[in-house]
């Protein structure tokens, strides 16, 4: 079964300061693992994904996460927050089969706050 | 490319009325999705069309939830009768190489 943690329902940080978004995930099989960010009243927008390929992965607006199999972990990291990186973020989980994407799963997400 | 288009944005309706939403994906997208995601949660799946061919509902409640997809674009979902817990936000989204893409969801509130 797929599922996913993410760690903290809340995380506040002042901008120009680095962000850390954790998430941990489960998947019986090779999984596919995404972030995306919700700004109020807008969809869903994907910042990155990870299928196999590199562990490092860099997504839009200088984000990035690493994909670590031994700690079944997929954190989002940027290096310095910016006003508008204020949103909910949500770690997703899907397993692959072949070329094939499974179905998402969410996390319940992070609300990220940042202090000018 | 213009993205998935979602109306209403908002509705409000009594418990045990009837309410439909309406979706239109990106163009060329021939899988679709409905999300429900209620406040403080991340979206839950509720179905998966391929084409007008449904992939996966297994989590749609069917006693008060329903979908079509009649001409392989558009779709609709409908809830009859509604209940106080489907308040949430009804999310569509399309996809054509696994990809999702989102539309901005309407916001259902049941008094």
């Known amino acids: 079964a797929q599922s996913v943690t993410q760690l903290d329902s809340h995380v506040s940080v002042s901008e120009g300061t680095p962000v850390l978004l954790r998430c941990n995930y489960s998947?019986?099989?090779?999984?596919?693992l995404f972030w995306y960010v919700q700004h109020p009243n807008k969809g869903l927008q994907l910042l990155l994904k990870y299928t196999s390929a590199a562990t490092l992965v860099k997504g839009i607006n200088g984000f990035e996460a690493e994909f670590k199999k031994s700690e079944t972990s997929f954190h989002l990291t940027k290096p310095s927050a910016h006003m508008s990186d204020a949103a909910e973020y949500f770690c997703?989980?899907?397993?692959?089969?072949?070329?094939?994407?499974?179905?998402?799963?969410f996390g319940r997400g992070t609300q990220l706050t940042v202090w000018p | 490319e213009a993205g998935v288009a979602q109306s209403p944005r908002y509705k409000i309706i009594e418990k045990r009325q009837s309410v439909a939403f309406w979706c239109n994906p990106i163009?060329?997208?021939?899988?679709l999705y409905w999300y429900q995601q209620i406040l403080g949660q991340g979206p839950k799946l509720l179905i998966q069309f391929q084409n007008n061919g449904v992939v996966d509902d297994s989590q749609l409640p069917k006693d008060r939830f329903s979908a079509e997809r009649l001409k392989g674009v558009d779709s609709t979902l409908k809830i009859q009768p509604a209940k106080l817990e489907d308040s949430a936000v009804y999310l569509c989204?399309?996809?054509?190489?696994?990809?999702?893409?989102f539309g901005p969801g309407t916001r259902l509130t049941v008094t």
């Open positions: 163009s060329g997208h021939a899988t």
């Open positions: 989204a399309s996809s054509l190489r696994g990809e999702q893409y």
């Open positions: 997703v989980v899907s397993d692959r089969r072949g070329s094939t994407l499974g179905r998402l799963y």
């Open positions: 998947s019986s099989y090779s999984p596919s």
